[in-house]
């Protein structure tokens, strides 16, 4: 049992997505103050990897208390993070970190030091796309499964997965048979087939790491979560749908329109 037993080490190489599959950082970074967390401790596993790699893990995602902005200011807000960092650690209960989503992330993480890194292992286009839909597949999971045995194990597998997704060459190995043979599942070519149940999984995500600690070793875990339009996109997805509903009735007003 390693020193991350007590602290929480819900890790994953950071080699991952960045909002969606976005091949820039967005315009405007979006900033994340990150006031509490909990989790289900009730799954574990080891994290294997070169050179003798051996970590030892809590398996599951995250639910985190946040509020939009650099401060607990304004009303807070719940989402589900799923980790895409093994080599850095955070701890569950009062956190007060600030983050943002200035980033997107192409490389892995494993930084030695507290000078900003730079390169790294590029993901595949493959590899950003299942990881984003492991991570929506879970959001659904969490807010719509039954709360059994089995779906904390699926959830527990997704984050598994994720890890192995993002770093091939490290493995995550549970004592649960079940919890083993999702990751598999989720991890392996065919996983889009495991992802049913519960609505349309989409690829959209966000991806966000602490703000100023971005490629330094004393960054906390960097994690990713279900992408939701912000209030600006929902107005203009909604005046959308109401033009094309104008257009539409307007058609169908001609379409029955008696012939001069």
């Not at 997505?17 to 970074?29: I, V």
């Not at 994720?162 to 996983?191: E, K, L």
Request: charged share 10%.
């Amino acid at each position: 049992m390693s020193r991350f037993h007590a602290a929480l080490k819900a890790f994953a190489p950071a080699a991952v997505l960045a909002g969606c599959l976005m091949a820039a950082a967005p315009a405007d970074a979006t900033q994340y103050f990150l006031a509490s967390n909990t989790m289900d401790t009730s799954r574990t596993a080891h994290i294997y990897g070169p050179n003798g790699f051996d970590e030892y893990t809590y398996l599951a995602p995250i639910r985190f208390t946040a509020y939009e902005g650099a401060s607990a200011v304004g009303e807070s807000f719940n989402f589900l993070g799923f980790c895409v960092d093994i080599f850095h650690n955070i701890g569950l209960g009062a956190l007060n970190l600030a983050y943002d989503d200035d980033y997107d992330l192409t490389t892995d993480s494993r930084y030695t030091t507290n000078t900003p890194f730079s390169g790294g292992t590029t993901l595949t286009g493959g590899q950003r796309v299942q990881v984003a839909r492991l991570v929506n597949y879970g959001t659904l999971l969490y807010d719509n499964a039954p709360n059994t045995a089995e779906t904390r194990d699926r959830l527990a597998a997704l984050q598994g997965a994720i890890w192995q997704v993002i770093n091939p060459g490290y493995s995550v190995v549970s004592s649960s048979a079940s919890v083993n043979n999702y990751i598999a599942t989720y991890s392996g070519a065919n996983y889009l087939t495991a992802l049913t149940g519960y609505g349309s999984v989409g690829g959209s995500i966000n991806f966000i790491t602490e703000t100023g600690k971005y490629g330094i070793a004393s960054a906390h875990q960097s994690f990713a979560f279900q992408a939701v339009p912000e209030p600006a996109t929902w107005a203009l997805m909604i005046g959308g749908f109401g033009a094309m509903g104008a257009v539409l009735r307007r058609s169908r007003r001609l379409a029955l329109a008696p012939a001069a």
